[in-house]
């Protein structure tokens, strides 16, 4: 048995799915997790999780807020010495043998100071790690975050990309790029195609989105706002792993954000996506472009989608399907027998 300290990013459920994913694979390890916000919600109900704030990036209106994302990263920066000097508390408490992140600021800051093996493990450095053909109108999105994920995300000593794309990774990368990390609750259900549509935004969404979402001429079970009731077409249902991942793999096609782990799962089931991210976060819009670049789907980045895209798009559901059938979108295998390495080598 090892122990394994695992800092995990707070925003958003994905990066806590990913990391419990990893954890619960690894049932002979012992995990302390150090995350904030949704995040250690969703871990706390299953592992010691000491709360540790991070640089957020608040969504309004399917927007990032610029004020107040760089009020949050000011405030927890003026605060990082003091953040710095518990997580070493932690450390010197816990004793572990190896460190894990997931897009945690701190971790593995305090890693490097006491010599601990730290391994990144996530999606957003597929960013700096890979050559992108970004459309020139996102260029100053794209460099400004490159930019931010190496400044503030990159001092961890290894680091492992998970993506459902692949592109090439750019010479001299010291990075291992392997298809996506699913949960195994998505592996136990076999895809099949209904009629309905699933629509899903993890932030506040647009004005739009449900005047679009009715425009359908299907039923569209919608996720992430945890009500139940029904308006027209559309049925909206309380947040549910199990019911998501059933009406998930029995779909038609997806319609949703720019979040990867959502996009994985759907590709994985086969299915056609509609994404639309959320506007000024450029990683959502990277993995929005490569679902229309690689002919996955499409995917928009207005805020006033005109009706008439929902019967072009169904138009060409069979292209969409077959070019997803060419895709990998599950690399479990290998990124487990990867991590199992480091736990054990302290080295990749």
Sequence with gaps: ???????????????????????RHFPEHEFLFLS???????????????????????????????AATLYSNLKVRSRSKGIIRRVLEVIERFQPEVAITDYEYFLPRASRLVGLPCLSLDHQHVITCCDHPVPWPQLPSYLITAWAVRRYFSAASYFLVTSFFQPPVKPGAKVKLLPSLLRESVLARRPQDGDHVVAYQGYATFKRFFPFLSAIQRPVLVYGFDRDHTAGNLRF??????????????????????GHSLISEALFYGKPVISFPVKNAFEQFLNAFYVGHLGYGRYFTGLRPPPEIIPAFEARLDDFRNNIRGGRFCGNPEIFALVQQFIQERKL
């Excluded at 122990?3 to 994905?14: F, L």
């Excluded at 549910?240 to 038609?252: I, M, N, Q, T, V």
């Design 1 to 23: 048995m090892a122990r394994v300290i695992y800092g995990v990013h707070g925003t958003g459920h994905g990066h806590a799915v990913r990391a419990l994913t990893v954890a």
């Design 36 to 66: 904030h916000g949704t995040a250690a919600d969703l871990l706390k109900a299953e592992y010691e999780v000491v709360d540790c704030p991070n640089p957020e990036t608040p969504v309004k209106g399917h927007k990032v807020a610029g």
């Design 237 to 258: 249902k309380k947040n549910s792993e199990p019911g998501f991942l059933d009406d998930l793999a029995s779909c038609r096609y997806v319609i949703c954000g720019g």
